[in-house]
């Protein structure tokens, strides 16, 4: 990610998509140097007939491929209805196929008009799902298919639907080397893509080459504060902080005009041609660890603090607050109830975001207003803004953190009680390159927190859910203290955070304390994010962190 004016001979981040055996155009600076840094395969259709995924099997790009051993690995329905048909969204994760588990590779060529190579075939190795090796191309790397449900009466019934999608995905992306690096060739028009689980077959890319683009690579995020605080650098309790955001490319030129931020409507329809985008799941659904959640490309503020006193959120945040015009910061923890607060501002507005498409012509502002309530607890507090931008071929994420004094100009900080996410996450795969490109982990609870249509929000949902479905993560999943540095860091049980990793529990908690109905936090109620009793899970068998 570019924090400085680019060149022709600056390595830029590819981005590369292949929808059912059609490669995605893509425009580049012509000359420029590239490296491959994510590459997307998909094959999917839409059916009223509840067969799984035997379809895929038949017909479609990669029923050529070995489905041998495909079994169900996850359920789990859509946690609100559609706000239109008041019906459910159900979606079955299978994995395991041997397509799915075996080694491959890609090969990408550049050719010109006529179909003759440009330069040298470039080789990536997408590895194996078992394990990471020095050889490997990427360090994420996700293959599974979906059935998706559309029209379920409720969360669990499904008999009557007649809407279906079976589609299969690779994701491929977090390049381990970006010192493989390729020049767009003067003649080049598309790229050939080839992959060796079907070697008889090719993907083509087209390619424009644009001379003079009008802005730079790269994505930088700017906040600053339009108001003033106090003599000693402060702000009071019980006062309201606006805020001005900007979006620059890696040169600083602004990618919107002064005051203003385009409409979603601008962005769905391709009308910003400076690569700023939103969130765009309402057409490109995403979902955590199974399906494309780099691509949902939310653009977003929190603030939250004091940091030392910043911690999970585990208080589900109701629907409701997204859609009241009158609400345009959502707070998602509050100091009397969490013991810290947290407010966070989507652009444009939750309630024209997700209000439906006759806001999406409303203008959307660059400026905002944080509220700090009176009983707000002095310290440091952070202001974090992630987005990510997508232009002339590269798509990549940004985040800014802005610190400011609430009550107090004394400094604090946030004590981490997990770590050290860099002896996996280094290099290619940082924190400072993966997910929002944020290595600061003490700004990331405001933002992800249990949301009423999104319960698997929270970072520790997350952070366990993922870890234990990948079979790429060097530590086995129960070995606690590879990630937990205390004992009292495993002391706040509930069922999100056991059933975010485990996906069944004994018959008597079944019989005591409910059905797991959600695969991330267990159910869909507040009882998921409960603390459980003390005198229970006091520690986790292979742990290393029991208490003598």
Request: glycine residues 6%; proline residues 7%; charged residues 25%.
């Amino acid at each position: 990610m570019s924090h400085a004016p680019t060149t022709r001979q600056t390595p830029i981040a590819l981005a590369l998509d292949v929808d059912n055996g059609k490669g995605t155009p893509i425009q580049v600076r012509s000359g420029q140097t590239f490296f491959l840094n994510q590459l997307d395969l998909r094959a999917g259709f839409d059916t009223d007939v509840d067969e799984g995924l035997d379809g895929l099997r038949r017909h479609g790009d990669f029923s050529d491929l070995s489905w041998r051993g495909l079994e169900k690995a996850d359920e789990s329905a859509l946690d609100a209805p559609d706000a239109t048909t008041r019906l459910f969204t159900n979606r079955r994760f299978y994995r395991n196929a041997r397509w799915m588990n075996e080694r491959s590779f890609f090969v990408l060529e550049q050719l010109d008009t006529r179909g003759r190579p440009t330069s040298f075939p470039l080789l990536y190795d997408a590895g194996v799902d078992r394990d990471r090796r020095d050889s490997d191309s990427f360090f994420v790397r996700r293959t599974r298919g979906i059935q998706w449900t559309f029209d379920c009466a409720t969360r669990t019934d499904c008999r009557r639907a007649k809407r279906f999608r079976e589609e299969a995905l690779v994701e491929l992306r977090n390049t381990l080397h970006p010192e493989k690096t390729f020049v767009i060739a003067k003649a080049t028009t598309q790229f050939r893509l080839t992959w060796s689980l079907h070697p008889t077959r090719s993907y083509t890319i087209p390619v424009a080459q644009d001379p003079s683009p009008a802005f730079d690579y790269g994505f930088q995020i700017d906040v600053k504060a339009l108001t003033a605080p106090r003599a000693d650098g402060t702000y009071p309790p019980g006062s309201n902080i606006k805020f001005k955001l900007t979006l620059r490319d890696g040169a600083g030129n602004r990618l919107h005009p002064e005051g203003s931020l385009p409409t979603y409507n601008d962005v769905r329809f391709g009308r910003v041609d400076s690569g700023i985008y939103y969130y765009r799941a309402f057409f490109d659904a995403t979902t955590t660890y199974y399906r494309r959640k780099h691509r949902e490309r939310m653009l977003m503020s929190t603030l939250e603090g004091p940091a030392q006193d910043i911690q999970a959120g585990r208080n589900i945040v109701p629907g409701s607050l997204f859609f009241d015009p009158e609400i345009d910061v959502q707070p998602t923890a509050l100091p009397e109830r969490d013991g810290f607060l947290a407010e966070f501002r989507t652009f444009p507005t939750s309630h024209d975001l997700f209000g439906g498409e006759r806001f999406w012509d409303n203008p959307v502002t660059d400026t905002w207003e944080y509220p700090i309530p009176a009983n707000a607890k002095p310290g440091t507090y952070y202001v974090t803004t992630k987005g990510r931008r997508v232009y002339r071929g590269e798509d990549i994420p940004a985040t800014q953190t802005l610190k400011i004094q609430i009550g107090s100009p004394e400094p604090t900080t946030t004590p981490l009680p997990t770590g050290p996410c860099n002896t996996c996450h280094a290099g290619g795969s940082s924190l400072a390159v993966v997910a929002h490109a944020n290595p600061d982990r003490a700004t990331c609870t405001g933002c992800h927190v249990p949301l009423e249509f999104e319960l698997e929000g929270p970072v520790y949902v997350r952070t366990h859910f993922i870890h234990s479905r990948s079979n790429r993560v060097d530590a086995r999943i129960d070995q606690c203290e590879k990630c937990h540095l205390t004992a009292d860091s495993i002391q706040r049980t509930s069922k999100s955070a056991c059933l975010s990793c485990h996906k069944t529990y004994p018959r008597w908690h079944v019989q005591r304390f409910g059905p797991i109905d959600n695969m991330y936090v267990g159910e869909t109620s507040q009882r998921s994010f409960d603390q459980c009793t003390s005198s229970c899970h006091a520690t986790h068998p292979g742990s290393k962190l029991g208490r003598e």
